[in-house]
């Protein structure tokens, strides 16, 4: 069942790309429209959290802080994947990001006990593989390259804080109510960001963004608290790379996008990697 809610949470991140690709386009790269981006999926998702949490909100002083950290590295990951696009490829950006996100909790894991074994090393260099083969180098910049190690780290990091908070299952919330803690300190950031700048203003087209941004990153991300819960970070975190490059290899086909024959193998390798996890 966790390898379940595991993929159905790559697929929802692969749908929420289509939404974040709308809403740049709507508003642009620059400071102001992500926090614009930041306060409202931050407010919707934590309706939308709620609702699924079937209103149920706990509280304690141990999530509050992981919760504050939590939201501390988002709105540091927005500010560097923003000035990263001033200066390089979306698609090293994509590298770096999605490594991170696998990387960092996968050793986390292995650090505070959890077993290495020959399938989950042979899946993780072949993730790897997959990811770099995805990528289209393009024109980069040398300034880009302290905000890739900064995304690297920090969206390694989100998945090191999930992973620890559910961890200390005396202390912690549970998973809807950690989630919504970290969007009520997101959102008063960026509040408080909106309220020096005097601009609250998003179209309607951009406010559908939020919504469809909110509703599969919200539970998505919900997903993945409750299977951590149950499974490794070792094994969750290259599952969920590998199963958000497959679905998104699918979304493009179905977009008729035109998707290129190495993306097309690096989809395969990242399906086999992740069902071999998974084994």
């Known amino acids: 069942m966790y390898y379940v809610l595991i993929s159905m949470g790559a697929l929802l991140f692969s749908m929420q790309f289509m939404f974040n690709d709308g809403y740049q386009k709507e508003n642009g790269d620059g400071w102001n429209s992500t926090i614009k981006l930041t306060f ?17 909100f706990e509280f304690s002083v141990f999530s509050l802080i992981l919760a504050i950290v939590y939201g501390i590295v988002c709105i540091a990951l ?12 979306l698609s090293v950006y994509t590298v770096f990001s999605m490594i991170g996100g696998m990387a960092l909790p996968f050793i986390y894991g292995l650090m505070f006990g959890e077993k290495l074994n020959i399938t989950k090393i042979v899946c993780f260099v072949l993730i790897v593989f997959s990811i770099i083969l995805m990528a289209d180098k393009g024109k980069n910049s040398k300034r880009a390259f302290p905000y890739y190690i900064g995304v690297f780290l920090l969206n390694g990091l989100v998945g090191v804080i999930s992973a620890y908070h559910q961890s200390k299952v005396n202390v912690c919330v549970d998973s809807g109510s ?10 008063v950031f960026a509040f408080i960001v909106m309220i020096n700048t005097k601009d609250f203003r998003i179209n309607k087209k951009s406010y559908l963004y939020c919504i469809g941004i909110s509703t599969f990153n ?15 970070a070792s094994v969750q975190y290259p599952m969920v790379t590998g199963g958000t490059i497959v679905f998104s290899t699918i979304i493009d086909l179905s977009r008729k996008v035109n998707v290129k024959k190495r993306e097309m193998i690096a989809a395969i390798i990242a399906c086999g990697s992740a069902c071999l996890m998974a084994l």
Not at 80 to 86: A, L, P
Not at 178 to 187: D, H, N, T, Y
């Open 40 to 56: 409202y999926t931050s407010v919707i998702g934590f309706i939308i959290t709620l609702f699924v949490n079937k209103f149920n």
């Open 78 to 89: 927005n500010y560097c994947t923003i000035k990263s696009f001033e200066y390089a490829s």
């Open 178 to 187: 950690f989630l919504m803690l970290v969007k009520i300190v997101m959102s």
């Open 218 to 232: 919200s539970i998505g991300n919900l997903l993945l608290l409750i299977a951590l819960l149950n499974l490794p």
